[in-house]
Nanobody, 122 residues
């Protein structure tokens, strides 16, 4: 089992920044790729970004250039730095762990956190 806890969400004005954190515990952190997903009300959960232990990253086109994912192995933590936030970025953000390669597919992830709310006001 891998336990994931997200934090760092909140209310921010359009154009602002937030840094989300995902702390993992349980099995060996380096064995997993970590992804961030988001879900807005009435919409499907969508992929945002993912990172493998070696540092390889993958981003959704909708956030590329505005979002940076990184990981700190010593702290078993993955960060999602979000800049130039837009109202359409409003959603609950979830981190998830996958034992395979990084993937934009939500069904490739085995463990999920409870989510953190991000609200961007216009």
């Amino acid at each position: 089992q891998v336990q994931l806890v997200e934090s760092g969400g909140g209310l921010v004005q359009a154009g602002g920044s937030l840094r989300l954190s995902c702390v993992a515990s349980g099995r060996t952190f380096s064995n997993y790729a970590i992804g961030w997903f988001r879900q807005a009300p009435g919409k499907e959960r969508e992929f945002v970004a993912a990172i493998r232990s070696g540092g390889r990253t993958y981003y959704a086109d909708s956030v590329k250039g505005r979002v940076t994912i990184s990981r700190d192995g010593a702290k078993s933590t993955v960060y999602l730095q979000m800049n130039s936030l837009k109202p359409e970025d409003t959603a609950v953000y979830y981190c998830a762990a996958a034992s395979g390669l990084i993937s934009p597919g939500r069904y490739d992830y085995d463990y999920w956190g409870q989510g953190t709310q991000v609200t961007v006001s216009s």
